[in-house]
């Protein structure tokens, strides 16, 4: 069984910089891809960034582009989501998530297999 378990989250002031963690246990992925999304309260949960397993190739939702950075330790088993230059509209709950077969580019929520339970991210102005 896998669980993926997110970490790092929490209240930063705008402008500032918070890293999210999510450590996968259960199984090692050697294909596949890892991603990152978000849910603001009332509205759709959205891609952020994702990133390919065994490649290390990494793709961002323009939005995010240039601020935040996906990336994975394969010894730890963990996936990373360094946020800077925090905006209030950054505030949401923040999601790791595993696809099986994925290339790191899929945005939509319901092709991945695996889910974190989420963590806050609140930035204030």
């Not at 069984?1 to 890293?19: I, K």
């Not at 990494?58 to 995010?64: F, I, K, P, R």
């Not at 582009?65 to 990336?71: A, D, N, P, V």
């Not at 209030?88 to 994925?102: K, R």
């Amino acid at each position: 069984q896998v669980q993926l378990v997110e970490s790092g989250g929490g209240l930063v002031q705008a402008g500032g910089s918070l890293r999210l963690s999510c450590a996968v246990s259960g199984r090692t992925f050697s294909r596949g891809s890892m991603g990152w999304f978000r849910q603001a309260s009332g509205k759709e949960r959205e891609w952020l960034a994702g990133i390919n397993w065994s490649i290390d190739a990494t793709y961002y939702e323009d939005s995010v582009k240039g601020r935040f950075t996906i990336s994975r330790d394969i010894a730890k088993n963990m996936v990373y989501l360094q946020m800077n230059s925090l905006k209030v509209e950054d505030t949401a709950v923040y999601y790791c998530a595993g696809h099986s077969a994925g290339w790191g580019w899929e945005a939509r929520p319901n092709e991945y297999d695996y889910w974190g339970q989420g963590t806050q991210v609140t930035v204030s102005s």
